[in-house]
């Protein structure tokens, strides 16, 4: 992001336009931007947006101008402190440097350059000013940062903790059913319907325990640079034939049709296990968004590049969210909506751009989204 500071004005206040205009000429020489005011309520109606500095010449003070400066200036917001370089005289003036003192002292961060000076002095009076100004944009940057990153913190350990507790829920009021059953003596405890039941239901919050475990993993691998692939020669066609027979039940289960269509010959080099776990990560989100309505992937060829797309006819994504998605902790819609860390796309951008791979989003709200991936083949 551009910082703001890098193209901020100088704002002038001089007694005359010739004098305005002369530092203008000189700071503009040096690529400094400047702006010459006649009148002291013109340039502070001008710092209510961004500004770099104030240069004033002492004979444009007055006590009520400089009143008005300082209550111009004390309006800024709180983490602003601009810079004010004063131009005084030896000769007679309208309103003393010690009363300008007294008036600007504990306003913005005032300097006062005695003329005649060098060019070279005020320009470089005027750069130290703008790097002092720069420095406080950089500081209130980072601080924004700081709060969002902080923000984000706090929004994904209230979201990872009702993700992890919903399966550790689920498991423990198993748990306690069976336990009151074996203390009846029940026998219907023992059934094979009964175990067959439990077997499925811990074997499926393992898995969603594990999944979210492995997603918090991979964030930690991926800031520290430690997400690493394993490539071998990879038939593309059959590993996603693989998943797909993975999520038939679960499919089967949301009553969601999933059709494929998938050609032969799909060859890249890649690591199977990230790339099970990218298009895993396709899948679970065409189900849990797709609004029961039917899935299709499609992996085919185009020209030098393997295409799989996985498109679904769900509640789609605007397209001010479409970029968004694919950062760390974001989703398309609120947490208490559809489940999930808001980890998944982000992890499965990561893990394509690492195979040298690019993937986009085609989607309309109401209509569904289509998630393309492709990678260069073997």
């Not at 470089?124 to 950089?138: M, P």
């Not at 020209?303 to 970029?323: C, F, N, P, Y």
């Not at 694919?326 to 489940?339: C, D, K, L, T």
Request: with cysteine.
């Amino acid at each position: 992001m551009k910082n703001p500071a890098s193209d901020l004005e100088v704002l002038i206040l001089a007694p005359t336009g010739q004098d305005g205009g002369a530092a203008v000429e000189v700071l503009n020489t040096h690529r400094i931007l400047a702006r010459p005011f006649s009148d002291m309520t013109s340039l502070c109606e001008r710092l209510k947006k961004p500004a770099g500095a104030v240069l004033i010449a002492e004979e444009a003070l007055t006590l009520e101008n400089s009143d008005q400066l300082k209550q111009a200036v004390s309006l800024q917001e709180a983490w602003s402190n601009i810079p004010i370089i004063l131009l005084t005289s030896e000769f007679e003036k309208i309103l003393s440097a010690e009363r300008i003192l007294e008036i600007l002292g504990t306003t913005g961060s005032l300097s006062i350059l005695e003329r005649p000076f060098k060019i070279l002095t005020l320009v470089s009076a005027v750069r130290v000013a703008l790097g002092s100004r720069l420095r406080q944009y950089e500081v209130k940057e980072l601080l924004e940062q700081q709060a969002k990153a902080l923000k984000q913190r706090d929004e994904f350990l209230h979201i990872a903790s009702h993700e992890l507790k919903t399966p550790l829920t689920s498991l423990k009021i198993q748990v306690q059913l069976r336990k009151k059953l074996l203390e009846k003596n029940d026998p219907g405890v023992y059934s094979p319907e009964s175990v067959t039941n439990l077997v499925n239901i811990t074997d499926k919050q393992i898995r969603r325990l594990t999944r979210l475990v492995e997603d918090m993993l991979d964030i930690t691998r991926i800031q520290g640079g430690q997400l690493t692939l394993n490539t071998e020669k990879i038939e593309f066609e059959n590993l996603v034939k693989e998943v797909i027979s993975n999520f038939d039940e679960e499919f089967r289960r949301a009553g969601c049709e999933l059709r494929s269509e998938i050609a032969g010959g799909l060859t890249i080099n890649g690591d199977r296990y990230r790339l099970e776990q990218v298009v895993t990560n396709l899948l679970s989100n065409a189900l849990k968004y797709g609004n029961g309505c039917p899935v299709d992937v499609k992996a085919s060829k185009d020209g030098k590049a393997i295409r799989l797309s996985v498109k679904d006819q769900g509640i789609g994504i605007d397209s001010t969210s479409q970029e968004r998605i694919f950062e760390r902790f974001e989703r398309a819609v609120s947490p208490s909506s559809i489940g999930g860390l808001g980890l998944g796309l982000y992890i499965t951008r990561q893990i394509v751009e690492l195979h040298h791979g690019k993937i986009y989003l085609e989607s309309t709200v109401g209509k569904g989204s289509e998630f393309i991936l492709e990678f260069p083949e073997y």
